[in-house]
Protein backbone atom coordinates (compact mmCIF):
# COMPACT_ATOMS: atom_id res chain seq x y z
CA UNK A 1 0.00 0.00 0.00
CA UNK A 2 1.21 3.41 -0.77
CA UNK A 3 1.68 5.80 1.75
CA UNK A 4 -1.03 8.07 0.68
CA UNK A 5 -3.44 5.53 1.12
CA UNK A 6 -2.21 5.13 4.34
CA UNK A 7 -2.99 8.80 5.28
CA UNK A 8 -6.14 8.59 3.67
CA UNK A 9 -7.42 5.53 5.85
CA UNK A 10 -6.08 7.44 9.31
CA UNK A 11 -8.01 10.92 8.13
CA UNK A 12 -10.73 8.84 7.33
CA UNK A 13 -11.10 6.68 10.79
CA UNK A 14 -10.18 9.95 12.11
CA UNK A 15 -12.76 11.92 10.88
CA UNK A 16 -15.27 9.29 12.25
CA UNK A 17 -14.11 9.14 15.49
CA UNK A 18 -14.39 12.74 16.09
CA UNK A 19 -18.00 13.16 15.14
CA UNK A 20 -20.10 14.16 18.03
CA UNK A 21 -23.88 15.09 18.12
CA UNK A 22 -24.13 18.20 16.01
CA UNK A 23 -25.83 21.12 16.72
CA UNK A 24 -28.72 21.79 14.04
CA UNK A 25 -28.66 18.01 12.66
CA UNK A 26 -31.53 15.77 12.74
CA UNK A 27 -29.82 12.57 12.89
CA UNK A 28 -27.21 11.60 15.24
CA UNK A 29 -24.07 11.04 13.46
CA UNK A 30 -22.21 7.65 14.03
CA UNK A 31 -20.41 6.96 16.87
CA UNK A 32 -17.72 4.31 16.10
CA UNK A 33 -17.07 4.19 20.49
CA UNK A 34 -19.84 6.12 22.46
CA UNK A 35 -18.18 5.46 25.29
CA UNK A 36 -20.16 6.04 28.21
CA UNK A 37 -22.29 8.84 26.15
CA UNK A 38 -25.09 6.83 26.03
CA UNK A 39 -26.37 4.44 28.83
CA UNK A 40 -29.32 2.60 29.55
CA UNK A 41 -31.36 4.77 32.34
CA UNK A 42 -34.00 6.40 33.06
CA UNK A 43 -33.44 10.24 34.06
CA UNK A 44 -35.80 11.71 36.54
CA UNK A 45 -39.12 12.89 35.61
CA UNK A 46 -39.00 10.76 32.25
CA UNK A 47 -41.50 8.32 31.23
CA UNK A 48 -41.27 4.79 31.19
CA UNK A 49 -43.40 1.85 29.72
CA UNK A 50 -43.06 -0.19 32.01
CA UNK A 51 -45.39 0.73 33.98
CA UNK A 52 -49.03 1.65 33.93
CA UNK A 53 -48.67 4.92 35.18
CA UNK A 54 -45.20 5.30 32.79
CA UNK A 55 -43.66 7.16 35.73
CA UNK A 56 -39.96 6.02 35.41
CA UNK A 57 -39.65 7.65 38.79
CA UNK A 58 -40.96 5.28 41.38
CA UNK A 59 -43.02 6.69 44.64
CA UNK A 60 -41.15 5.14 47.78
CA UNK A 61 -42.89 2.43 49.70
CA UNK A 62 -45.48 3.89 51.99
CA UNK A 63 -44.30 4.28 55.51
CA UNK A 64 -40.76 5.22 54.21
CA UNK A 65 -38.91 7.06 56.18
CA UNK A 66 -36.05 9.09 55.07
CA UNK A 67 -33.11 8.58 57.34
CA UNK A 68 -32.56 12.48 57.85
CA UNK A 69 -36.17 12.52 59.10
CA UNK A 70 -35.94 9.43 61.81
CA UNK A 71 -36.50 10.76 64.93
CA UNK A 72 -35.62 7.86 67.62
CA UNK A 73 -36.28 9.72 70.38
CA UNK A 74 -37.70 13.01 70.45
CA UNK A 75 -36.42 14.75 73.43
CA UNK A 76 -33.00 13.31 73.41
CA UNK A 77 -32.69 14.16 69.55
CA UNK A 78 -35.04 17.28 69.68
CA UNK A 79 -34.87 18.44 72.84
CA UNK A 80 -38.74 18.79 72.69
CA UNK A 81 -41.15 16.47 73.54
CA UNK A 82 -45.25 17.58 72.61
CA UNK A 83 -43.88 21.16 72.00
CA UNK A 84 -42.35 21.55 75.30
CA UNK A 85 -38.44 21.90 75.91
CA UNK A 86 -36.95 18.90 77.87
CA UNK A 87 -36.40 20.37 81.22
CA UNK A 88 -33.14 18.61 82.26
CA UNK A 89 -30.04 16.81 80.40
CA UNK A 90 -30.92 13.55 80.03
CA UNK A 91 -27.15 12.68 80.59
CA UNK A 92 -25.75 11.31 83.61
CA UNK A 93 -23.42 14.39 84.50
CA UNK A 94 -20.19 13.15 85.74
CA UNK A 95 -16.83 14.68 85.14
CA UNK A 96 -16.31 12.73 81.66
CA UNK A 97 -19.33 14.36 80.09
CA UNK A 98 -18.29 17.45 81.60
CA UNK A 99 -14.92 17.53 80.40
CA UNK A 100 -15.78 15.87 76.75
CA UNK A 101 -18.25 19.05 76.24
CA UNK A 102 -15.55 21.19 77.16
CA UNK A 103 -13.72 20.34 74.43
CA UNK A 104 -16.98 20.13 72.01
CA UNK A 105 -17.65 23.87 73.40
CA UNK A 106 -14.31 25.00 72.99
CA UNK A 107 -14.23 23.68 69.63
CA UNK A 108 -17.60 24.53 68.44
CA UNK A 109 -18.58 27.68 70.28
CA UNK A 110 -16.13 29.19 71.96
CA UNK A 111 -14.58 30.85 68.20
CA UNK A 112 -18.05 32.81 68.29
CA UNK A 113 -19.13 32.89 72.45
CA UNK A 114 -15.13 32.77 73.79
CA UNK A 115 -14.17 30.06 76.36
CA UNK A 116 -16.20 31.91 79.22
CA UNK A 117 -18.71 32.10 76.82
CA UNK A 118 -19.33 35.61 77.60
CA UNK A 119 -19.45 36.41 73.71
CA UNK A 120 -16.27 37.78 73.25
CA UNK A 121 -14.98 35.29 70.45
CA UNK A 122 -12.70 36.22 67.68
CA UNK A 123 -16.00 35.70 65.42
CA UNK A 124 -18.00 38.65 66.62
CA UNK A 125 -14.56 41.05 66.78
CA UNK A 126 -14.52 40.72 62.99
CA UNK A 127 -17.69 40.28 61.84
CA UNK A 128 -19.31 43.73 63.25
CA UNK A 129 -22.78 44.78 64.62
CA UNK A 130 -24.63 42.79 62.54
CA UNK A 131 -23.64 39.32 63.77
CA UNK A 132 -22.93 39.72 67.66
CA UNK A 133 -22.83 36.55 69.57
CA UNK A 134 -24.50 36.45 72.54
CA UNK A 135 -23.44 36.25 76.12
CA UNK A 136 -24.13 33.36 77.60
CA UNK A 137 -24.43 34.36 80.93
CA UNK A 138 -27.27 36.50 80.87
CA UNK A 139 -30.18 36.04 83.08
CA UNK A 140 -32.53 35.11 80.39
CA UNK A 141 -29.88 32.50 78.93
CA UNK A 142 -29.22 31.11 82.37
CA UNK A 143 -33.18 30.68 82.80
CA UNK A 144 -33.37 28.58 79.85
CA UNK A 145 -33.96 24.99 80.70
CA UNK A 146 -31.61 22.29 79.08
CA UNK A 147 -33.92 21.20 76.59
CA UNK A 148 -34.03 24.86 75.36
CA UNK A 149 -30.16 25.72 75.12
CA UNK A 150 -29.78 22.89 73.73
CA UNK A 151 -32.24 23.03 70.99
CA UNK A 152 -30.48 26.24 70.26
CA UNK A 153 -27.14 24.78 69.81
CA UNK A 154 -29.30 21.87 67.22
CA UNK A 155 -31.04 24.97 65.51
CA UNK A 156 -30.04 27.98 66.21
CA UNK A 157 -31.54 30.99 67.51
CA UNK A 158 -32.11 34.08 65.14
CA UNK A 159 -28.62 34.90 63.69
CA UNK A 160 -26.92 31.89 64.91
CA UNK A 161 -26.71 28.94 62.63
CA UNK A 162 -27.47 25.57 64.08
CA UNK A 163 -25.16 23.10 64.33
CA UNK A 164 -27.16 19.58 64.45
CA UNK A 165 -25.47 18.39 61.26
CA UNK A 166 -21.29 19.36 62.71
CA UNK A 167 -22.69 18.28 66.52
CA UNK A 168 -23.83 14.30 67.62
CA UNK A 169 -26.46 14.65 69.58
CA UNK A 170 -24.60 13.53 72.91
CA UNK A 171 -22.02 15.54 71.86
CA UNK A 172 -24.28 18.34 71.79
CA UNK A 173 -26.21 17.05 75.25
CA UNK A 174 -22.48 17.46 77.02
CA UNK A 175 -21.80 21.08 75.37
CA UNK A 176 -25.03 21.95 77.09
CA UNK A 177 -23.71 20.10 80.58
CA UNK A 178 -20.22 21.95 80.55
CA UNK A 179 -22.11 25.35 79.63
CA UNK A 180 -24.18 24.95 82.33
CA UNK A 181 -20.39 24.70 84.90
CA UNK A 182 -19.76 27.74 83.08
CA UNK A 183 -22.52 29.29 83.94
CA UNK A 184 -22.72 28.39 87.72
CA UNK A 185 -18.70 29.08 88.13
CA UNK A 186 -18.99 32.49 87.21
CA UNK A 187 -20.66 33.76 89.77
CA UNK A 188 -19.12 31.27 92.10
CA UNK A 189 -17.93 32.35 95.92
CA UNK A 190 -15.50 30.18 98.20
CA UNK A 191 -18.66 28.95 99.63
CA UNK A 192 -19.04 26.76 96.16
CA UNK A 193 -15.71 25.03 96.72
CA UNK A 194 -15.87 21.95 99.22
CA UNK A 195 -14.30 22.67 102.35
CA UNK A 196 -11.34 20.36 102.42
CA UNK A 197 -10.47 22.04 99.03
CA UNK A 198 -10.79 25.47 100.06
CA UNK A 199 -6.81 25.67 101.08
CA UNK A 200 -5.88 25.11 96.89
CA UNK A 201 -7.97 28.14 95.47
CA UNK A 202 -5.62 30.80 95.18
C1 LIG B 1 -20.65 31.42 64.26
C2 LIG B 1 -20.88 31.97 65.56
C3 LIG B 1 -21.58 31.14 66.59
C4 LIG B 1 -21.28 29.87 67.01
C5 LIG B 1 -20.18 28.96 66.48
C6 LIG B 1 -22.18 29.56 68.07
N1 LIG B 1 -23.02 30.60 68.30
FE1 LIG B 1 -24.45 30.71 69.73
N2 LIG B 1 -24.99 32.55 69.10
C7 LIG B 1 -24.35 33.25 68.08
C8 LIG B 1 -25.04 34.52 67.89
C9 LIG B 1 -24.66 35.58 66.86
C10 LIG B 1 -26.09 34.55 68.81
C11 LIG B 1 -27.10 35.67 69.01
C12 LIG B 1 -28.26 35.40 68.10
C13 LIG B 1 -29.20 36.56 68.03
O1 LIG B 1 -29.70 36.99 69.08
O2 LIG B 1 -29.45 37.03 66.92
C14 LIG B 1 -26.03 33.31 69.55
C15 LIG B 1 -26.92 32.95 70.55
C16 LIG B 1 -26.83 31.80 71.30
C17 LIG B 1 -27.73 31.45 72.37
C18 LIG B 1 -28.98 32.22 72.77
C19 LIG B 1 -28.78 33.09 73.96
C20 LIG B 1 -30.11 33.69 74.36
O3 LIG B 1 -30.51 33.47 75.50
O4 LIG B 1 -30.73 34.36 73.53
C21 LIG B 1 -27.29 30.26 72.89
C22 LIG B 1 -27.89 29.49 74.06
C23 LIG B 1 -26.13 29.87 72.13
N3 LIG B 1 -25.86 30.83 71.18
C24 LIG B 1 -25.41 28.71 72.35
C25 LIG B 1 -24.40 28.26 71.52
C26 LIG B 1 -23.74 26.98 71.67
C27 LIG B 1 -24.02 25.99 72.79
C28 LIG B 1 -22.85 26.88 70.66
C29 LIG B 1 -21.95 25.73 70.33
C30 LIG B 1 -22.61 24.48 70.03
C31 LIG B 1 -22.95 28.09 69.88
N4 LIG B 1 -23.90 28.89 70.42
C32 LIG B 1 -22.19 28.34 68.74
C33 LIG B 1 -23.27 32.83 67.34
C34 LIG B 1 -22.68 31.59 67.43
Known amino acids: MRIQ????????????????????????????????????????????????????????????????????????????????????????????VLAHGQKKFNTYCAPCHDRTASGGGIVGKRAGAAFQP????????????????YSIASDGRRTMMGYRNQISNYDRWAVVAYLRALQRAKGATIDDVPENLRGEVR
Not at 137 to 143: A, D, G, L, N, R
Request: charged share 25%.
Open 134 to 149: ADLHKPETKQKNDGEL
Open 5 to 96: SILLVIAAVAGLVSCGPGAGKDTPPIWVFPDMKIQEKYKPQQESPLFSDRRASRKPVEGTVSREGYVEDEGYSLGIVSGQYVGKNPLELNQA
